[in-house]
């Protein structure tokens, strides 16, 4: 199985700051790699997919880079909503798998 | 307007058994791979399962932690999903989540429903 090592798992932030989550995967992946948002209580939401693209509604300040094993999810200026839990997940190999997942709060 | 929503949820005793729908509209699900994730609480997302389409000839695959026990089916006629949760194990307690998947070079869950809790505890 694929895993995925997400860094940092919790991070504290102030609005405005510029935020970066990184995501390695144990062997190549391509770019199949999504970002989610979730907050408490609700379903996952897609920010990023194949890597870089920014999903449909999803606000420019999130930005997807990497391939291969190592991925990185910024936000450019952090925002007081963006306070949530960030996962990543590869679509290479089955099974799927899912990032620990990175805490983001706003200090 | 794309919309899943799953039922079935509720408290079950170690060894049984529950049933999960996940309800689909908007959208042509015979055309979708669909995914079961689920979310012991407290705990990250872990990927369970999935159903191809049509085209795929329906077929499945399981994570290892619930393979043997678990059953994912599909009846686009009456655009729904489903979950047969058997042996339930109290491990398996959780907010189970259907998935829409999309394809191709642009492989990712682009809608997902709310969820449902199950508890599994004697």
């Known amino acids: 199985d694929i895993q995925l090592t997400q860094s940092p798992s919790f991070l504290s932030a102030s609005v405005g700051d510029r935020v970066t989550i990184t995501c390695r995967a144990s062997q190549g992946i391509s770019s199949y790699l999504a970002w989610y948002q979730q907050k408490p209580g609700k379903a996952p939401k897609c920010l990023i997919y194949a890597a870089s693209t920014l999903q449909s509604g999803v606000p420019s300040r999130f930005s997807g880079s990497g391939s291969g094993t190592e991925f990185t999810l910024t936000i450019s200026s952090l925002q007081p909503e963006d306070s949530a839990t960030y996962y990543c997940q590869q679509f290479n190999n089955l099974p799927l798998t899912f990032g620990g997942g990175t805490k983001v709060e706003i200090k | 307007e794309v919309q899943l929503v799953e039922s079935g949820g509720g408290l079950v005793q170690p060894g049984g058994s529950l049933r999960l729908s996940c309800a689909a509209s908007?959208?042509?699900?015979?055309?979708?791979?669909m995914d079961w994730v689920r979310q012991a609480p407290g705990k990250g997302l872990e990927w369970i399962g999935r159903i191809a389409n049509k085209v795929n000839s329906y077929n499945t695959e399981y994570a290892a932690s619930v393979k043997g026990r678990f059953t994912i089916s599909r009846d686009d006629s009456k655009n729904s999903l489903y979950l047969q949760m058997d042996s339930l194990k109290t491990e398996d307690t959780a907010v189970y989540y259907c998935a829409r998947r999309l394809g191709g070079t642009n492989r990712y869950n682009d809608y997902w429903g709310q969820g449902t809790l199950v508890t599994v505890s004697s």
């Open positions: 908007g959208f042509t699900l015979s055309d979708h791979y």
